[in-house]
């Protein structure tokens, strides 16, 4: 047993100890301890420190070790931080719903990244451990993000590494883009239904939000054309690729036309490229900033979704002023992503392991997406999906017109399965019933259990339904 696990054994000692004691009674000193447990002095100090650091012991030096106490104090009155604050921009509904992970006994129907199984682990362990051991891995490194990474994230783009500026993940990348470009009370135009952590990052932004619908073929440009004129709003919001969560692909006549429409009015488009490497039946189309010369177009590229939750690596490729906005701006938010992040990616990517998960992961994902479709079809009059996207990791399910999906949500996960309120993914109010069913974080057996408790649980609220 090494020191610190002989630390932490005294420690739990010595904590079940103390909670026998009154607060104030003084332990035996570190030489009788040493005695008491056969053990250092240096190993007793440790576990004394530990209990210390959690307020359990108080040291005073020169008279020993004591039992802490928190002292006594009147109830708290947070009464007046509320008038202080203000009304709350961020909707607090939907964003426990997008941050909810569930349980280990769940089936996981609704979050937004892969299984474990599905990620590189052992590849992300390798090159973690090589970057750990590098000269670079505890030093600041450049804001806008190693030089070698934003190389290697600019060629998806064909753009030069300088447009690059490497964030801590594709939420932030998010929400610090709508910041900069757009000014608190300025409109920000979404695609409707949207990835609704878009709308709380125009939220936190204290931006308004205008929606304009959007069909199998992406966000309708006549409608666009409206809300451009009626709002003036100089950002637009879009995930051309694959939207999450209707699996729509902006066809090539609507990116001619949405790309003119932000030339006529002066607009940036924010493209959210979140499945660029989650195309499960061939390559997703080019990115719309390829198509775009005059730097109308931002886009956001994210590692997390493709590898592992935990790395935080996002990308904003912006050009021209813009550009130099952003990544002068940065320097207000965090300083520069952890250099052992950054290592850690670069490695990856730059590894033969690269390929061999991309391809691999297609597969599995390509596998449960046909499953999920499968069972869905198996129960389509209580459960109809909208169509079988070509990527990314989301289906759009339609419900019976009686079904409150909010309430069908919480059921279904006292039910143990996890699924997206459709609701959470309108600006205004949804035209019809939705849910959005995950495919990524489950299973295959998971998977058509999970279908089979909610469509028994959309069958009785149905045959409920007057």
């Not at 005695?35 to 005073?60: D, I, Q």
């Not at 000269?135 to 990474?149: E, F, I, K, T, Y």
């Not at 109010?429 to 495919?439: G, I, K, N, Q």
């Amino acid at each position: 047993m090494n020191d610190d696990n002989r630390a932490a054994e005294i420690a739990e000692v010595l904590r079940r100890r103390a909670e026998t004691m009154a607060v104030g009674d003084r332990l035996p000193g570190v030489r009788q301890l040493s005695r008491e447990f056969a053990a250092s002095a240096a190993t007793v100090s440790a576990a004394l420190a530990r209990l210390a650091a959690l307020g359990l012991l108080r040291a005073e030096p020169g008279r020993g070790t004591f039992v802490a106490g928190r002292r006594s104090s009147p109830d708290p009155d947070y009464s007046w931080q509320s008038p202080a604050l203000g009304r709350a921009r961020v909707d607090p509904r939907r964003a426990g719903r997008l941050g909810a992970h569930g349980g280990a006994e769940d089936i996981q129907l609704s979050w937004g990244y892969t299984a474990a199984e599905l990620q590189p682990a052992e590849a992300l362990r390798a090159q973690a451990s090589r970057a750990a051991r590098g000269a670079r891995a505890w030093s600041m490194v450049p804001v806008a993000g190693l030089p070698d990474l934003r190389r290697v994230l600019a060629a998806d783009y064909g753009a030069e590494p300088g447009d690059v500026l490497v964030v801590p993940g594709g939420q932030q990348a998010l929400v610090f883009v709508l910041r900069t470009l757009a000014d608190p009370g300025d409109t920000v135009i979404t695609e409707s239904p949207t990835y609704p952590g878009m709308v709380l990052a125009a939220q936190a932004a204290g931006l308004a939000l205008a929606a304009v619908p959007a069909d199998l073929d992406g966000i309708r440009p006549d409608l666009l054309a409206d809300v451009l004129e009626r709002t003036r709003a100089r950002v637009v919001y879009l995930q051309p690729g694959c939207a999450n969560p209707t699996g729509a692909v902006l066809s090539a006549e609507r990116r001619a036309r949405v790309l003119a429409l932000a030339a006529e009015h002066g607009a940036f488009v924010v493209e959210d490229d979140w499945a660029r490497h989650l195309g499960l039946d061939g390559p997703p189309p080019p990115p719309l900033l390829t198509e775009d010369p005059h730097g109308h177009v931002l886009a956001i590229a994210t590692l997390t979704k493709v590898v592992a939750p935990g790395l935080r690596i996002a990308a904003v490729v912006a050009r021209g002023p813009a550009g130099e906005r952003l990544r002068t701006a940065r320097i207000a938010e965090d300083m520069c992503v952890p250099a052992l992040l950054q290592e850690t990616a670069l490695g990856l990517l730059t590894s033969p392991a690269w390929p061999r998960h991309l391809k691999l992961l297609r597969s599995r994902l390509a596998e449960r997406r046909d499953a999920m479709v499968g069972h869905l079809h198996a129960h389509g009059a209580q459960l109809r999906l909208t169509h079988s996207p070509r990527g990314g990791i989301h289906l759009w399910v339609r419900l019976p017109e009686s079904i409150d999906t909010g309430g069908l949500a919480v059921a279904a996960q006292a039910a143990g399965v996890l699924v997206g309120d459709g609701a959470h993914f309108f600006v205004d109010e949804p035209p019809a019933p939705y849910v959005r069913l995950s495919y990524s974080a489950a299973s295959e057996p998971q998977i058509a259990e999970g279908v089979r408790r909610l469509a028994g649980l959309v069958a009785e609220r149905s045959a409920s339904f007057p």
